[in-house]
């Protein structure tokens, strides 16, 4: 009966804490959103990494090395912010990435913010800068929905488990 209860105050605090997993932290805005001030060609380099909103600027993590460029967006292109993550729109208001997905992208290494955008960045930009030409998704999936999938059905396991646990508590003993 001890074990009974010790398993019910296990499954009531995991419980608990399932909220906490599910709730969408609001995205901070981006501050700088760099774009190209004319449509041109760009380098055809591939990259393979993950997009991430780092102090307001939108990098992206290469995989393997560690490096974090400065994404220099192609002209047209646009963010949003929905829930917790940043949506990249491109110039026909199409989502094509999403903050946390892994993506390959083509183009190459800037050596200039100003260069592609015309304009001199409101302040001193942290490198190293990526002038992206395309952009698609490297996994078929994303990640950060799967965790929240995950999230939900670990939820409706612990209340399966609870309440057959309740059914089995009240059934009478013969």
Request: aromatic share 14%; hydrophobic share 45%.
């Amino acid at each position: 009966m001890k074990l009974c209860k010790l398993f019910h105050l296990a499954l009531i605090l995991s419980f608990s804490f399932l909220p906490a997993c599910l709730q969408q932290t609001p995205v901070l805005p981006v501050s700088y959103f760099p774009v190209r001030h004319e449509p041109g060609p760009s380098m055809l380099l591939l990259n393979y990494g993950k997009l991430v909103l780092e102090d307001g600027l939108l990098r992206f993590e290469e995989t393997g090395s560690g490096l974090s460029y400065l994404v220099i967006w192609p002209y047209g292109y646009s963010c949003q912010s929905v829930g917790s993550r940043v949506e990249i729109l491109d110039a026909e208001g199409a989502v094509v990435a999403k903050s946390g997905q892994y993506l390959r992208i083509g183009g190459g290494p800037a050596f200039s913010v100003s260069y592609y955008t015309g304009e001199e960045p409101p302040w001193s930009l942290p490198g190293p800068y990526w002038a992206l030409g395309s952009i698609e998704q490297w996994w078929p999936w994303d990640f950060v929905a799967l965790m929240e999938l995950f999230a939900v059905i670990c939820m409706m396991v612990i209340l399966t488990l609870i309440a057959l646990d309740l059914i089995r508590l009240r059934r009478p003993k013969i």
